[in-house]
Nanobody, 122 residues
């Protein structure tokens, strides 16, 4: 049984930083594309960043230069370092795993975490 457990969310002031973690179990993590999605209140879920099984990374424009995704395959864990946070970054952040080559596209995601709430106060 695959489980994804996110942690690291919380309340932070605008301009501050948070580091999210997602620990996976029951899956060969290193062969997968792993991403972070977020869903703000009243908004659709959107991809934030993806790290592929080959080690490449990609980001949506609104987090480039502020967020960094990384992975530790030995620990089956993916991280999202979030700097220079803005009020509009407030959302529930979800860890997601899909097949290698899917580039974390939502239709390709096989497993989702339950999410961790990030609240940025202005």
């Amino acid at each position: 049984q695959v489980q994804l457990v996110e942690s690291g969310g919380g309340l932070v002031q605008a301009g501050g930083s948070l580091r999210l973690s997602c620990a996976a179990s029951g899956i060969i993590f290193s062969l997968k594309d792993v991403g972070w999605y977020r869903q703000a209140p009243g908004q659709q879920r959107e991809l934030v960043a993806c790290t592929t099984g080959s080690g490449s990374t990609n980001y949506v424009d609104f987090v480039k230069g502020r967020f960094t995704i990384s992975r530790d395959n030995a620990k089956n864990t993916v991280y999202l370092q979030m700097n220079s946070l803005k009020a509009e970054d407030t959302a529930v952040y979800y860890c997601a795993i899909g097949p290698y080559g899917g580039t974390c596209a939502e239709y390709a995601i096989n497993y989702w975490g339950k999410g961790t709430l990030v609240t940025v106060s202005s």
